[in-house]
């Protein structure tokens, strides 16, 4: 009996070292995955904000030079309204072909 319990210690002691292990492995995965996807997030929303932006300002231009074609500030803002109205409209009749895109691309970034 006694040749076995000092054979058996050894592996108790192997399993319990693999099991720590892999538990730090895990929350060395974990760490690294979250960190991975929260560093795309703010890269993404840097991105998002630039374009909303660029957007922003491309609107007022755009506004500015149609006031200007059309007569008064107020046309050209107008006119832009109505292109963005229209563009809304469109947008939600034609919802499908641009939810697919963007909810694929959602389930590329959570799953790479």
């Given at each position: ?15 319990q070292e693999y099991v720590e ?6 929350k060395l995965e974990v760490i ?81």
């Amino acid at each position: 009996m006694e040749p076995q319990k000092e054979t058996a210690r050894p592996i108790i002691d192997q399993v319990q070292e693999y099991v720590e292990t892999r538990a730090k492995l895990l929350k060395l995965e974990v760490i690294d995955r979250s960190t991975t996807i929260i560093a795309a997030l703010v890269v993404d929303l840097v991105v998002i904000i630039s374009f909303i932006l660029t957007f922003l300002f491309a609107s007022f231009t755009l506004a500015l030079y149609l006031g200007d074609v059309l007569g008064a500030n107020w046309k050209g803002f107008g006119a832009v309204a109505i292109i963005y109205l229209l563009l809304a409209v469109i947008l939600i009749v034609a919802k499908k072909p641009f939810e697919r895109p963007i909810i694929n691309v959602l389930v590329r970034k959570l799953f790479n």
